[in-house]
T-cell receptor
């Protein structure tokens, strides 16, 4: 079975450029999460969706960050304009959330973003 | 507010030693779930286990075992006879608390414990 798919795996861009990260969740999962991981701040939840609807974007650092989930099988995280401090590994995760049951999240391989 | 504390930032052991990673959590919910994840040097986050708050039975999977104690709000993870391949960052996580018992699957993660197993 295919797990969570993220692309690209690595992205190097110059400051000021637009960056788009992509995620395909596991088929049948209805919750999708975007995380950022850095040495300084650890694993941070940026935003999450349930049934394609954004539930909580309070972790999005600033207006330069935006995320969409146009359908159940695709989500994007966009940074415009990018800055060097955005350099991090960005993870996408998906899970099945039903009623009061919290199922495990499955993580993608991550996108390592470097902004120079 | 939900909180997960992994007090051990780094642990270093020699191969074949047993090692226990501590996890203490805070929640007001009566129904919740606890998780452990492993992040090896390759970077991916790998799900290891999920336990619900009503099941306090210890779980064993090969060299891995988990001890859940509601009385102390702890969910500790023990690796028996550690191996070099166990070297990784280990994260403990707690499911969100939501009114009405619904869940979107959001997790609160601890800061992680870096485990290094030396040959």
């Amino acid at each position: 079975d295919a797990g969570v798919i993220q692309s690209p795996r690595h992205e190097v861009t110059e400051m000021g450029q637009e960056v788009t990260l992509r995620c395909k969740p596991i088929s049948g999962h209805n919750s999708l999460f975007w995380y950022r991981q850095t040495m300084m701040r650890g694993l941070e939840l940026l935003i999450y969706f349930n049934n394609n609807v954004p539930i909580d974007d309070s972790g999005m650092p600033e207006d330069r960050f935006s995320a969409k989930m146009p359908n159940a099988s695709f989500s994007t995280l966009k940074i415009q304009p990018s800055e060097p401090r955005d350099s991090a590994v960005y993870f996408c995760a998906s899970s099945l959330a039903l009623g009061g049951v919290s199922h495990e999240q499955y993580f993608g391989p991550g996108t390592r973003l470097t902004v120079t | 507010a939900q909180k997960v504390t992994q007090a051990q930032t780094e642990i270093s052991v020699v191969e074949k030693e047993d090692v226990t990673l501590d996890c203490v959590y805070e929640t007001r919910d009566t129904t919740y779930y606890l998780f452990w994840y492993k992040q090896p040097p390759s970077g991916e986050l790998v799900f290891l286990i999920r336990r619900n708050s009503f099941d306090e039975q210890n779980e064993i999977s090969g060299r891995y075992s988990w001890n859940f104690q509601k009385s102390t709000s702890s969910f500790n993870f023990t690796i028996t006879a550690s191996q070099v391949v166990d070297s990784a960052v280990y994260f403990c996580a707690l499911s969100e608390a939501r009114a009405g018992g619904t869940s979107y699957g959001k997790l609160t993660f601890g800061q992680g414990t870096i485990l290094t197993v030396h040959p």
